[in-house]
């Protein structure tokens, strides 16, 4: 069409020649249309020429793509259903979960807790519920190794990939598609034994890392960007070769870090779990004519089963072990069977997941103190302040004050014991317990001898009170000159101590 187009414009062009050069002799004449036409000629050449190159490189990339719709064939293949003849059949094909169900109790939960249920079933995809059935996310479809157990999750970014030509720090930047949430993925993984991922990066004059600068790095499972390209190492920029020793210059930890401008590979298996899968992939630095860079990303696999060994201790116990109905459960504590609330619609790693509920160790919000006197006191309705706090666990004692603040709602065990001094003219000395300024306790020592005595007092009481609640003790009632008696022998003490919370406020179940 354009070389068509440009006859018709040397057509236009002739006319206008015959037009101005009138004035010219034929032999003039003829000899400029013969220049003229050399001209023109020369242009269509050239024109031509460049339009066969467009054509070999069209040729070209048709040959590339019927290259990669051969490796999807054989990428589709691999799924383990060689009836499949493309990806998008397979999902849509792919049987629902509840078939899966017919006549079994449950999905599995990984492909090695369905091995082990049934180790005559072959290789393929199967449903899986890594974060339980019937709660959290839909479960997922994934390829089961029967022969190993392990578990794959299949993404969309397999095959090897060009990142074209850009200067920038991840300025080719790659979202990677899983056939699986991100929380199904994190559930697998909390129940694997061991989780990887493998990646491989075909370089020509494109670093990682050059001078200090990142140009590429991948996102872990929480959007964080990472700069180790194998190994478990996050802190460190590093790849494969890098842990063996063995890059192409051995001042550098990547062999795509190179100066050489000659093909290059860095390829390694990413191993920390607690931060896969990949989520993105970003590189950067390939502006020279000369540099290229492919990357191909396993998938993300996860084999083996944490195993609980003996009582539970944990909530993550218990849900390694298959439970996923919410509630309280009964573990093993450091020295004795507890009390424990599970959240079983959270992950291990979400806040709120657990909550420890016992009995004198309540270790959701642990609350206790003990504090003593060392000078005497004398004054009526007011605070008693305490000079000395020995412990104060929880912060809820204000020892200058005098008064405790309750945390937490539920059942507290209060105890103060003291001594008063009652001249010889005899007395008495009444020491009471308040809450929010209400007498609940009281305890009295008196003589009436005729001579100077120490006497000795205590007051127990076990409240149930409300989070925000004042209590504190406090003189009602004494007689002339007796004083509550404190030196620095301090026998003056007042402790107490969360015995119990209640669970329906502190839980907010």
């Known amino acids: 069409m354009t070389r068509f187009l440009m006859l018709i414009h040397f057509g236009v062009w002739v006319l206008s020649f015959s037009t101005n050069c009138a004035s010219l002799s034929v032999e003039d004449q003829l000899q400029q249309i013969r220049e003229n036409y050399m001209q023109i000629k020369e242009i269509l050449a050239e024109r031509e020429t460049k339009w066969e190159a467009k054509v070999t490189q069209l040729e070209t990339k048709v040959t590339r793509l019927e290259a990669i719709v051969k490796n999807q064939e054989s990428f589709i293949n691999s799924f383990g259903n060689e009836k499949q003849t493309n990806f998008k059949s397979s999902l849509s094909n792919r049987p629902h979960p509840e078939s899966?169900?017919?006549?079994?109790?449950?999905?599995?939960?990984?492909?090695?807790?369905?091995?082990?249920?049934?180790?005559?079933?072959?290789?393929?995809?199967?449903?899986?519920?890594?974060?339980?059935?019937?709660?959290?996310?839909?479960?997922?479809?994934?390829?089961?190794d029967m022969t190993t157990g392990s578990t794959s999750i299949l993404h969309d970014s397999e095959l090897k990939?060009?990142?074209?030509?850009?200067?920038?720090?991840?300025?080719?930047?790659?979202?990677?598609?899983?056939?699986?949430?991100?929380?199904?993925?994190?559930?697998?993984?909390e129940l694997s034994t061991e989780c990887h991922q493998s990646i491989r990066y075909d370089c020509v004059a494109a670093p990682l890392t050059i001078n200090g600068m990142d140009y590429s790095w991948w996102?872990?499972?929480?959007?964080?960007?990472?700069?180790?390209?194998?190994?478990?190492?996050?802190?460190?920029?590093?790849?494969?070769?890098?842990?063996?020793?063995?890059?192409?210059?051995?001042?550098?930890?990547?062999?795509c870090d190179s100066g050489l401008q000659i093909s290059l590979v860095d390829s390694g298996i990413?191993?920390?779990?607690?931060?896969?899968?990949?989520?993105?992939?970003?590189?950067?630095?390939t502006i020279l004519e000369t540099s290229s860079g492919q990357h191909t990303l396993g998938?993300?696999?996860?084999?083996?089963?944490?195993?609980?060994?003996?009582?539970p201790s944990s909530c993550q116990d218990l849900w390694r072990m298959g439970h996923t109905l919410s509630g309280l459960y009964s573990v093993m504590g450091t020295e004795m069977i507890e009390s424990v609330y599970c959240d079983f619609t959270r992950l291990p790693n979400d806040a709120g997941f657990q909550?420890?509920?016992g009995y004198d160790d309540v270790k959701s919000l642990p609350t206790y103190f003990y504090v003593q006197k060392s000078k005497s006191f004398n004054l009526?309705?007011?605070?008693?302040?305490?000079?000395?706090?020995?412990?104060?666990?929880?912060?809820?004692?204000?020892?200058?004050?005098?008064?405790f603040t309750v945390p937490r709602t539920g059942i507290y065990?209060?105890?103060?014991?003291?001594?008063?001094?009652?001249?010889?003219?005899?007395?008495?000395?009444?020491?009471?317990?308040?809450?929010?300024?209400?007498?609940?306790?009281?305890?009295?020592?008196?003589?009436?001898?005729?001579?100077?005595?120490?006497?000795m007092y205590s007051l127990q009481s076990t409240l149930h009170v409300h989070s925000g609640d004042k209590i504190w003790l406090e003189i009602p009632s004494m007689g002339m000159g007796v004083v509550l008696q404190d030196t620095s022998l301090h026998y003056t003490h007042f402790n107490g101590w969360l015995l119990q919370e209640d669970i329906s406020h502190s839980l907010n179940v």
């Not at 080719?172 to 993984?189: D, F, G, H, P, V």
Request: glycine share 10%; proline share 4%.
């Open 380 to 403: 009526l309705s007011t605070p008693i302040p305490f000079e000395i706090e020995k412990l104060n666990m929880g912060d809820a004692m204000n020892s200058t004050s005098g008064t």
């Open 413 to 455: 065990f209060f105890s103060f014991t003291g001594i008063g001094v009652i001249p010889s003219s005899g007395g008495h000395l009444d020491v009471a317990l308040l809450l929010n300024g209400n007498e609940v306790g009281r305890a009295q020592c008196n003589d009436f001898t005729g001579k100077v005595e120490w006497e």
């Open 100 to 144: 899966q169900l017919a006549g079994k109790s449950a999905i599995f939960r990984t492909c090695d807790e369905s091995r082990s249920a049934n180790s005559s079933l072959s290789s393929g995809m199967q449903w899986i519920d890594p974060d339980g059935q019937g709660i959290g996310d839909d479960p997922i479809y994934v390829y089961c």
């Open 299 to 311: 998938r993300f696999e996860c084999t083996g089963k944490g195993e609980v060994a003996g009582m």
């Open 161 to 189: 990939t060009d990142v074209g030509h850009c200067a920038d720090p991840g300025c080719y930047s790659k979202a990677i598609n899983y056939n699986a949430t991100i929380r199904q993925m994190t559930a697998l993984a």
């Open 219 to 255: 996102n872990d499972r929480n959007g964080n960007p990472q700069y180790f390209w194998s190994g478990s190492n996050a802190s460190a920029h590093t790849c494969q070769c890098g842990i063996e020793h063995t890059c192409v210059e051995s001042f550098i930890p990547c062999n």
């Open 355 to 357: 909550k420890w509920i």
């Open 270 to 285: 990413i191993t920390e779990k607690n931060v896969l899968p990949v989520t993105r992939l970003n590189f950067g630095r």
